[in-house]
């Protein structure tokens, strides 16, 4: 901190004004203040200082907070000769201040249990904590919660103790980890009625349970499971303990997943788990959701555990489907977020069945299935008196889609049209109400996609189906003509969800054209209805996808609505899936009606946009011109007709018509990036659209980006650059103009914000000797080298990319005349950057980038390899020799034999594949 330590009560000051000052700028002004103390050296000194005074609970958990951070972060800033003291000061002050505050305890502990795994000196520490407080009953919560942390916190991603340290910690809590268990069973059994600490006990046993060190034989044997199914079992357990025990079974669970290896402790908790059945019946009689929400968690992850002897030997041993019982009597409980926790296992148990791809087993399953999909379409139901459309924002909505994606997943086991024509049926049935009805058209349209439509043939338009129709068979012709017949006079949720189910069945539309006209017509009165005119939008736009030829003839009806878009009461992602499924058809009219019909869907985005610009140039205001910028990218983006080599495309005229008021919108709003972003947008799919059509408006293009940028440095012309460069890089003429817009950015970005995108890439493709031989190179890849460190998934990848494709142009011997060129001048490259290169890389693997991105890594080293492997095997060298070979906690990172096993696995690599794998493995040394 600038004007050195700081004084206690200064801090103190501090301390009390982030909690307690009336004023927001006061409090955020501590906040800043107090966030650079804990940054800095003083904040070690300063914590135990005020940990000793022990003043009141702010000042104490600010510096229990602080010294958990700094051992956390800031490790390596200690000497190791000071990291005893440190443990003693810490021990001593958890002691002391045990009865201050639980939250100040747990952030001590946490301190205390980040220092062990990072202080190698420190052997034995579960030991040595245990025989120091384990005959103190005082003392008991704040080492059982030490306990608790401690395996919780070696897979910690603040700690970076590597794969090494971690096997060591891994090994010696596994060593004591049958004292603890004894240790907890001694606290259960003394507890008696102290709920706190039974809760504490189970808490600490799932922590142990989640590391995975337990003894499976130790485990089975012990009083403590029985202890916690009894807990489980009994009725007048309170919330609190029932979720800590239930916590504690799903650890048990999840930890014994490989159940062959944990065999008797997994019959144990099988056999334990489904004496819980009555549990759970008595806490539905109750109307105690919060217990049956704890069983439905555990039942669930018991199949979870026993999936793969469910589906290897169903109704065998522990493939026992009463468990799937179990997840059916929660899915009957009335409370939909009883049956949303088994989702993940009904998706997972429908992924191993596909997989295995057997009749006989799908048989046995599909009973289960049906009787799902059966609950899942009751709890769908809206309530009756609710008004309205469904709504699908809120939780219930939020549901309703999670059941359609489950049920997308399952429905192969009872097959697709089986199932639909049986939901259809009940429908038929007597006079269901509304809500009912809903629900299952609902499900109906959920599976509505994935059936086949080429089970049925049409022949002058009559439906054959290839399955007998009969009255619990309908025909999917059937289906859609009695649901275009809806009265008007029905609820408004069935209209809603029968015109999703309509747009569903695009594909059984596009097999029965006859079906066309009579959808279309149901679909506009939706569209005329402001509640409903959005989902028919949709339902059109999913038409238009699929049904492009048969919409051809209705073309002018599309471009009508187009006309008329804002008379509709549509949101904005409706309106533009309109545009967009009118693109899509327009693209399949002959080419000469083309270009007539563009200009006209264009026209109306066009006016506007000149309207706007007219009214701002008179007012002196600025209008937002985002939502026609959109329409008209959205119809570029989507117009794409087949033309043949030597034709004009149909397109090119009338973009080149619209260029000026997009030129003028954008000198309008330059210094607006959301508006600029949404011209290049509206740009990009132009030039895409038309291609090297649109070669005349390259200069004046650029001129503009050009000016634009050096005023509003916009990263979207970056983008947009790119897209130039892949279409007119090949272009003689082109590349100058092109290296000339490279050269601009370059200047007028700094390092870390022009990290290496697109353009540069696209250079590399379209014309890479011009872009190596420039002068702007050498910038360029120092850009580079310095942006490999960006912890950002889409820039470290551009990244990546860019300097693995400048590297490939060196490689690749693709018979051009310039490959000599190209590898000399890699050459020099590599010469100069290599070994910067190659240490920056391996540096950031193992200290800055995410796993993640080391596939990308791996590929740039690969390429460099594979350009001059013995050069490489020496820049490797240089870079391992570099790297720390001890944490801060004086534990070994690396030993020599893994440095040389590491530099060969890549050197003699004979794909990239293999240098990936050696480089995961590598890094996990140094995380």
Known sequence: MEGGKPNLPLVYQAVQALYHDPDPAGKERASVWLGELQRSMYAWEISDQLLQLKQDVESCYFAAQTMKMKIQTSFYELPPETHTALRDSLLSHIQNLKDLSPIIVTQLALAIADLALQMASWKGCVQTLIEKYSNDVSSMPFLIEILTVLPEEVHSRSLRIGANRRTEIIEDLAYYSTTVVTLLMTCAEKSGHDEKMLIKVFRCLGSWFNLGVLDNNFMANNQLLMILFQVLQRDETSTNLHEAASDCVCSALYAIENVAVHMPLAMQLFQGVLSLETAYHMAVAREDLDKVLNYCRI???????????????????????????????????????????????????????????????????????????????????????????????????????????????????????????????????????????????????????????????????????????????????????????????????????????????????????????????????????????????????????????????????????????????????????????????????????????????????????????????????????????????????????????????????????IWPVLSETLNAHQNDNRIVERCCRCLRFAVRCVGKGSASLLQPLVTQMVSVYQVYPHSCFLYLGSILVDEYGMEEGCRQGLLDMLQVRLKHTSILQSHVDRLQTSYIYRSPVTLVNSSIIVHIIQCAIASTTLDHRDANCSVMKFIRDLIHTGVTNDHEDDFEVRKRLIGQVMEQHGQQLVTQLINTCCFCLPPYTLPDVAEVLWEIMVFDRPTFCRWLETALKGLPKETAGGALTVTHKQLTDFHKQVTSAEECKQVCWAIREFTRLYR
């Not at 409370?335 to 009904?346: A, D, G, M, R, T």
């Not at 596909?354 to 799908?362: G, I, S, V």
Request: aromatic letters at 6%; proline letters at 6%; glycine letters at 4%.
């Open 299 to 657: 039942f669930t992850e018991l199949c979870e555990t026993f999936l793969e002897m469910t589906v290897r030997t169903p109704g065998l041993g522990m493939g026992d489907l009463r468990i799937l019982e179990l997840l059916l009597i929660c899915a009957g409980h009335p409370q939909y977020e009883v049956v949303e926790i088994s989702f993940n296992f009904w998706y997972r148990l429908g992924e191993h069945l596909y997989k295995m791809n057997d009749p006989a087993l799908h048989r046995v399953f599909k009973p289960y299935i049906q009787r799902l999909l059966h609950s899942l379409a009751r709890h769908c139901q809206l309530d009756a008196d609710h008004e309205g459309v469904p709504e699908d924002t809120d939780d219930f909505g939020e549901f309703r889609m999670r059941v359609s994606d489950l049920v997308k997943d399952v429905i192969f086991l009872v097959g697709s049209m089986e199932c639909f024509s049986q939901l259809y049926s009940t429908l038929k049935e007597g006079n269901p109400p509304w809500e009912v009805t809903e629900a299952v058209l609902f499900i109906m349209a959920s599976i509505a996609k994935s059936i086949d439509p080429f089970l049925f043939v049409t022949v002058n338009c009559l439906p054959l189906p290839l399955l007998v129709p009969s009255e619990n068979n309908p025909t999917l012709t059937e289906v859609l003509e009695q649901i275009v017949l809806l009265p008007e006079t029905v609820h408004l949720a069935v209209r809603y969800t029968s015109i999703e189910l309509v747009g569903e069945m695009s594909e059984v539309i596009d097999r029965n054209p006859c079906m066309l006209d009579p959808v279309l017509n149901f679909l506009m009165k939706g569209l005329r209805e402001k509640p409903l005119a959005s989902v028919a939008a949709k339902a059109i736009h999913n038409i238009c996808s699929v049904c492009r030829d048969h919409m051809a003839q209705h073309f002018q009806g599309l471009l009508n609505i187009a006309r008329l878009l804002d008379s509709f009461a549509l949101s904005t992602d409706a309106a533009v899936g309109l545009l967009k499924g009118t693109a899509l058809v327009l693209a399949r009219l002959p080419l000469e009606k083309i270009a007539e019909c563009l200009n006209d869907l264009c026209a109306v985005q066009v006016m506007a946009l000149r309207k706007l610009l007219a009214q701002d140039s008179s007012s002196g205001k600025s209008s937002d011109p985002t939502v026609w910028l959109d329409r008209l990218a959205v119809i570029f983006r989507h117009t794409n007709p087949i033309v043949e080599n030597g034709q004009t495309h149909p397109c090119q005229k009338v973009i080149q018509e």
